[in-house]
């Protein structure tokens, strides 16, 4: 196993736009152990202050992940339990998904539990043909606790969402596709991920983080809430140079000739 079972690099596209690639890296199964856990939080908490322009999770080795190491679970007090999953929510869900930029997720093969619900928490989801999922925290008697059931819900719908918890069963890429948890399946996964990332970092990402703000209230209270922020939220892109440097260029040379600095 290698000393830091993830790894944060920052690069820059040809435009010369900050992506950000996180991958999960621990020599073997990926398993979210504690050391993952800490590793992870302390890269969405750079992230965080840091934002860069767009995002890409992804992994080496055979798997995406293995899942949790049960060790996490064992012997723990309700209390305990609770403080756990709080502090997944506030340290790895609410800020990964509170990021103001894109962020994509790569998986090339299995991904379990831990894996998958923080998946479900980035904007696009892309996969390989052999790539299977799973929630299958079951077998332990428990319940996916990091917001996967709500957020397979919100992609598949309530029933197919209990259908996947439930049962625990793993369910390939072209099934997550047809479910709509899935966006896109390639033979080659991660080099349709980082040229993917790359051109929505190339974007307008103040746009980008107007899209997640407007969705995010959508999500959190309906169609008539988003409309209330929608205004407000879209009007502060006219301040933007990326917004008027657009508009010039489409008056001056027509559309898709602009570029983005993201600010």
């Not at 690069?11 to 073997?28: Q, V």
């Not at 322009?53 to 996490?72: N, T, Y």
């Amino acid at each position: 196993m290698t000393l830091q079972p993830t790894r944060l690099e920052r690069t820059t596209t040809d435009a010369g736009a900050e992506l950000a690639i996180l991958t999960f890296d621990d020599g073997g199964l990926n398993l979210f152990d504690q050391a993952m856990f800490d590793a992870v939080i302390e890269d969405i908490a750079s992230l965080t202050e840091h934002p860069p322009r767009a995002l890409l999770l992804r992994a080496e080795g055979k798997v995406v992940s293995g899942g949790v190491d049960v060790h996490v679970f064992d012997g723990l007090t309700e209390a305990e339990g609770t403080a756990l999953w709080e502090d997944m929510f506030a340290q790895i869900a609410h800020p990964l998904e509170d990021l103001p930029c894109p962020v994509v997720y790569a998986a090339h093969g299995l991904t379990l539990t831990a894996a998958l619900e923080i998946a479900l928490a980035c904007d696009i989801i892309l996969a390989a043909p052999r790539a299977k999922f799973g929630l299958v925290e079951t077998v332990v008697g428990l319940t996916p606790s990091m917001g996967g059931p709500q957020r397979m819900a919100e992609r598949a719908g309530s029933g197919r969402a209990r259908e996947f918890v439930m049962t625990g069963d793993l369910y390939d890429a072209a099934t997550m596709l047809e479910w709509g948890v899935v966006n896109q399946i390639h033979d080659d996964v991660d080099t349709a991920a980082r040229a993917l990332a790359a051109r929505l970092a190339d974007g307008p990402t103040r746009a980008h983080a107007a899209t997640k703000e407007i969705i995010g209230a959508w999500r959190s209270g309906g169609v008539r809430h988003a409309d209330s922020i929608t205004s407000a939220v879209s009007g502060a892109l006219f301040e933007t140079e990326d917004l008027k440097g657009a508009v010039r260029s489409f008056l001056d040379v027509g559309p898709g000739k602009a570029t983005y600095t993201g600010r």
